[in-house]
Structures are given as structure tokens and as C-alpha cells.
């Protein structure tokens, strides 16, 4: 299991795809962990995860995921992990909030709220590292090499 967990070929199309993740995934973590880029910071994210109805241990496994996971994939240790929690955090946040939307982002001001179509694309990379791994430049990579 832990060769499994690791493996990974040295395909830069991978690292691409799972640094791009990290790049857009990051911002929204330091939103509601930090409140940077404008973001509710902690106590405002879990204050409106709990105006939705969640419970407060879900609003903190968001912002664990979307903060820490993003970091996880920069670097390439444990992509495995850190994408299928990203995979997990898009599905919840497609059938609970954004399903009832439809399936276009709200590029004309028009709708209330924003569609599905964003995490789509994300799930689409996520199974990619998740089947494939990290790719180059990664610890994953060098961990999977030395146990060889």
C-alpha cells in the first residue's frame, strides 16, 4: 500500500496539473483560513458554514483541506491524499450548494450564486493525480525511488 500511495512516473504533464491545483485551490484556503484575497477569514467561514446548517467540525475539515491541501500538491507529498480530500471538498460543494444553481459560473451578475461547471474541471485533475499521482518534481517521487 505505501508503494501504491507514492508511485508515480516523472511526467511533467502531472506536476503541471497538480501545481495549477494548488495554485487556484490555495487563494480560497487563505480566504477562510487566514482572510486574505478579501476572504471571511476563520471565524467568519465557520460562522457562515454554520448559518448553512453545517456543523462547525465540517467548516474546519473545508479549511483544513483547501489550505493545507493546496500546500501538500505544490510539494508533491502525499498528492494522493491531498487530492482525493480537494476531490471529496468539490463533490460536497457541487451537491449541496452549487447543484441548485445549474451548471454555469455566474459571469453575467444574473444568477444567484455561482454553478458547477469550475468544479467539474477540478474533479477532472484530481482523478488524473489520483490514478497517475504527482508526476516530476515531487516528494512523492523521491520517496517512491528511494523505497524501491
Do not use: C, Y
Not at 8 to 31: E, K, M, W, Y
Not at 50 to 78: D, K, Q, Y
Not at 125 to 145: E, F, N, Q, T
Request: no cysteine; charged share 10%.
Amino acid at each position: 500500500m505505501f508503494q501504491k500511495l507514492f508511485a508515480t512516473s516523472n511526467d511533467l504533464i502531472l506536476t503541471v496539473l497538480r501545481v495549477l491545483l494548488a495554485v487556484v485551490f490555495f487563494p480560497h484556503g487563505a480566504q477562510k483560513l487566514l482572510g486574505l484575497f478579501g476572504g471571511g477569514g476563520l471565524h467568519g467561514t465557520l460562522a457562515l458554514f454554520a448559518r448553512m446548517g453545517f456543523p462547525a467540525f465540517l467548516g474546519w475539515l473545508v479549511i483544513a483541506t483547501e489550505f493545507f491541501g493546496p500546500l501538500a500538491l505544490l510539494f508533491g507529498f502525499l498528492t494522493r491524499v491531498a487530492a482525493l480530500a480537494i476531490g471529496v471538498d468539490m463533490l460536497m460543494a457541487v451537491l449541496l450548494v452549487h447543484i441548485h444553481i445549474g451548471f454555469f459560473m455566474n459571469w453575467t451578475g444574473r444568477q444567484k450564486g455561482e454553478g458547477f461547471e469550475f468544479h467539474l474541471l477540478a474533479l477532472a485533475i484530481v482523478i488524473a493525480l489520483l490514478v497517475r499521482g504527482a508526476g516530476a518534481l515531487s516528494v512523492d517521487r523521491l520517496i517512491a525511488r528511494r523505497a524501491e
